[in-house]
């Protein structure tokens, strides 16, 4: 959020399972433009094989965001 207030483009990146709260978390802040992108759960076991797949899976949706 610090990046979005300094006006640079961020995307945060969270698991599935935190999608809601990234809703809540937004408009309670009134960041209602900031972006995310959600991975699929569960990371917090996930190896360093599996996270490089998750973060491959939604790439494009970062680029996406960052450059909208």
Known sequence: ???EIQGLPAVTI???EFG???EV?????GMEGARYVLVDHPIQDATDDEMRGK???VLEQVIAALTV
């Open 20 to 22: 809601q709260a990234a």
């Open 55 to 57: 973060a491959r899976a």
């Open 25 to 29: 978390q937004r408009k309670a802040l």
């Open 14 to 16: 969270a698991s599935s």
């Open 1 to 3: 959020m610090w990046f």
